[in-house]
C-alpha cells in the first residue's frame, strides 16, 4: 500500500507561481509512476502531467508552465507550477501506481491505485 499526500495549494494571482508536493510514505516510489492531476467545480479529472521511468509527461495546457519532478532521498515528487492562469484553478491531485507504464495509461485516472485527497489552487485574475 501507498500513501500520497498533497500540500503546497493556495491563493495567487495570474502569472504568479507554486509548487505542490506530494508525499509518498508506505513504499518507496522510486519505481512507481505519479501522476498529478486536477478537478474543477463542474468538470471532470483532467490529466496535468506525469513522471516514470520512461520520463515526463504533460498536458498541452500545462506544457512549457509546470514541471513535474521527484526526490527519491525524501519520497516525494512535486509539481512547480509557473505563470499561473485563472483557468488553472481546480483541486489538484497526485496519484501513483507501478504498473502505468505508457504515456495513455498515464493520463487515465483509473489506471491508478493510490490517491491523494488533494490540494486546493485558486489563481486569480
Known amino acids: 500500500q501507498v500513501q500520497v499526500v498533497e500540500s503546497g495549494g493556495g491563493l495567487v494571482q495570474a502569472g504568479g507561481s507554486l509548487r505542490l508536493s506530494c508525499a509518498a510514505s508506505?513504499?518507496?516510489?522510486?519505481?512507481?509512476?505519479m501522476g498529478w492531476f486536477r478537478q474543477a467545480p463542474g468538470k471532470e479529472r483532467e490529466f496535468v502531467g506525469a513522471?516514470?521511468?520512461?520520463?515526463?509527461y504533460y498536458a498541452d495546457s500545462v506544457k512549457g508552465r509546470f514541471t513535474i519532478s521527484r526526490d527519491n532521498a525524501k519520497n516525494t515528487v512535486y509539481l512547480q507550477m509557473n505563470s499561473l492562469k485563472p483557468e488553472d484553478t481546480a483541486v489538484y491531485f497526485c496519484?501513483?501506481?507501478?504498473?502505468?507504464?505508457?504515456?495513455?495509461?498515464?493520463?487515465?485516472?483509473?489506471?491508478?491505485?493510490?490517491w491523494g485527497r488533494g490540494t486546493q489552487v485558486t489563481v486569480s485574475s
Open positions: 496519484a501513483a501506481d507501478r504498473f502505468v507504464l505508457t504515456a495513455q495509461a498515464m493520463a487515465a485516472p483509473d489506471k491508478y491505485d493510490y
Open positions: 513522471i516514470s521511468w520512461s520520463g515526463t
Open positions: 508506505g513504499r518507496t516510489i522510486s519505481d512507481y509512476t
